[in-house]
């Protein structure tokens, strides 16, 4: 379609409600079927498809990958969303360091920017699961340290301890289709030296890259749970890891499954409908 038609035409709004814990999921698939960009507004995802994209094709996917989705299908104005979602995309001060789209990296220090393409991946700074471990990251790290990033995504996480000094970072994503984008946002932020990309399971690699003093999980809490004594066993002795992924209401029993484990939190974050920690061992 000539771009002056995509221009006048009406876009297909998609507003999506998945379950929380599918949350990630949803995203990936909604990326995987054509979307340019994701937005969060509250409990929703929203996104827009050009005029000729079969978007009841993109509800059943959805709602095939994952069951309990809510999916409402609405119309736009003539707006061309292929330029305009970007407008809605802002940069993320995040104490020492800034997360930032490509057209507002300029804006920041690039020695303290992660320069993540929104439209490419989840984990843009968007999330805040993203957000929360970053922050609580920088009280963590030390310059030197070596760190494994589990389910890295974008590798968002990776880069941004390179960025405050570690020496080594090991990006473990069982995706395979996030790997490409995982590895063009670290060449693209400058810290190809100190972070690989790996493809495979978190709990059969992260054995095979220990000791590491620090852990980043950014996933869902089940899985976090699954890969704690994986991540008991990879730390050094003084090691620390950064959880999130974990709704508020999770907390508690997160907290229990913790403890009953030999670790403590040692510091926490909270935004919007989510719950991060620092832990180490007790």
């Known amino acids: 379609m000539p771009e002056a038609a995509r221009r006048v ?22 990326f995987a079927c054509g979307s340019q960009g994701v937005l969060e507004e509250g409990d929703a995802l929203v996104t827009h498809f050009p005029p000729e994209h079969d978007v009841a094709q993109v509800r059943d996917a959805l709602q095939r990958a994952v ?11 003539g707006t061309d969303w292929a330029e305009a979602w970007k407008s809605r995309v802002r940069a993320h001060a995040l104490g020492a360091l800034a997360i930032a789209p490509p057209w507002l990296a300029g804006e920041h220090d690039p020695s303290r920017t992660i320069v993540i393409d929104p439209g490419m991946a ?60 995982a590895e063009t946002n670290v060449r693209r932020n400058g810290v190809a030296d100190a972070v690989t990309v790996i493809e495979g399971d978190a709990a059969t690699l992260l054995p095979l890259v220990a000791p590491v003093r620090v852990v980043l ?34 907390e508690p029993r997160m907290r229990a499954v913790l403890a009953g484990g030999g670790w403590r939190v040692i510091a926490e974050d909270v935004e919007d409908l989510w719950w991060s920690a620092t832990i180490a061992r007790s």
């Open 9 to 30: 035409a009406p876009w297909h709004a998609l507003r999506v409600r998945p379950p929380a814990a599918a949350r990630e999921l949803v995203i990936a698939e909604l």
């Open 122 to 181: 989840f984990g843009t700074g968007e999330h805040a699961t993203t957000r929360g471990v970053v922050r609580l990251m920088q009280d963590v790290l030390r310059p030197g340290d070596v760190v494994a990033d589990l389910g890295a995504g974008s590798a968002v996480l990776a880069i941004a301890a390179a960025k405050l000094g570690a020496s080594r970072v090991v990006a473990i994503e069982l995706d395979g289709e996030a790997i490409a984008d």
């Open 217 to 250: 999980a950014n996933i869902i809490s089940s899985v976090i749970i699954e890969l704690l004594p994986a991540v008991a066993a990879a730390l050094e002795p003084d090691g620390r890891a950064v959880l999130a992924g974990i709704l508020r209401e999770e």
């Open 67 to 77: 069951p309990g989705v809510e999916v409402e299908i609405g119309r736009t104005d």
